[in-house]
């Protein structure tokens, strides 16, 4: 009994011997893979640090670049009128150029810019558009107001024909408005100097050109049952107390603001979409920074599919990303649940989208 006891201690302790070699064995290579995810860990950081390195020089860059052409076109604007017409108009496309390549700056920068820097130096943007917009209306002449409108029987190659309504009637023939602004009266708070656009208009299709539009501001107000189309590339549009209508608009170098609309449908590229009170519409979006919703209702978003000839000309002149499209990036800012989508927005399905435009 005494040697069957010994001969199993004896077999038991052999089995430890043979275990512990084997736990040996295996701390070298826990070892190893401790001290590499330790290395790889380190490896992390450094590309963290020299990325945020990178992007705080090109910020420290972007900074200094913007505040410096941005001086430059203040102290332009800043410049006294004593000049030829043709002269004034002249510096004033100089001007707009400048702001233009500041613009698409600004676009290109938009990547790396922490999201308070961006919007310091969108607000800077369209100040300097504004201030161009004042700047030509105290130092060019300003122009008669009149509607004329076309025969819809002439031979004219620009005609646009015109749109069905409901009930079978057909909208009224086009106005354009050739070398003409809409300026609002003194005590209107949409009055914007030399800012160009429609007001107060029912039932119409109204049409303006690239050589009335183009990196200026344009004003629609108080439109209903219209259809405006704008060919070319603005510098801001402003869309306030319109209903029922349809707004088409070629790549807008700045910001979109949409204010009190409603049954609409909208149609245009932006930098920047920002959308108050307005319920019930439409938008087919090309926007490369955001889209931003607030106060509204059955919004409904799908991508820019409008087309026109020139329209990778206006593009150009516009300064924006042709292939940065974030239409489905949009902001409500009353909805802040984040694990929840706003009720307030929706995309429209495919099958929905507008694809043929008239």
Known sequence: MDQLVAIEVGETCQGNGDAEPDRMARIPERLQKRDQERQEELERRKEAKESKQVTEE????????????????????????????????????????????????????????????????????????????EKRGELLPKKKFAFRSRNVG??????????????????????????????????????????CGFSNVVSQVLIKRADEINQRDVLLTHLSSCTVKLFGAPSTLHIKHVRDSTILCGPVSSSVFIDHCSGCTFAFPCQQLRTHNTTDSRAYLHVTSRAIVE????????????????????????????????????????????????????????????????
């Open 58 to 133: 090109k910020s420290d860059f972007f900074t200094s670049t913007f505040s410096k052409e941005k001086a430059d076109i203040e102290e332009l604007l800043a410049g006294g009128g004593e000049a030829e017409s043709g002269s004034l108009a002249g510096r004033l496309e100089d001007i707009s150029a400048r702001i233009q390549q500041l613009q698409k700056f600004l676009n290109d920068s938009m990547v790396f810019l922490p999201q308070y820097e961006l919007r310091q130096a969108q607000s800077a943007l369209q100040k300097l558009q504004s201030g161009l917009a």
């Open 154 to 195: 002439a031979n004219n190659t620009n005609k646009e024909t015109p749109e069905p309504r409901k009930g079978g009637e057909q909208a009224s023939r086009p106005i354009d408005l050739t070398d003409a602004s809409v300026t609002a009266s003194p005590g209107n708070s949409d009055d914007v100097s030399a800012q």
């Open 295 to 358: 106060d509204c209702s059955g919004v409904r978003f799908a991508p820019f599919t409008w087309s026109y000839p020139g329209l990778e000309e206006d593009f150009q002149v516009s300064g924006l990303d042709r292939e940065r499209n974030n239409w489905t990036q949009v902001d409500d800012f009353n909805w802040l649940a984040s694990d929840t989508p706003s009720p307030n927005w929706s995309v429209i399905p495919e099958e929905e989208r507008k694809t043929t435009w008239v």
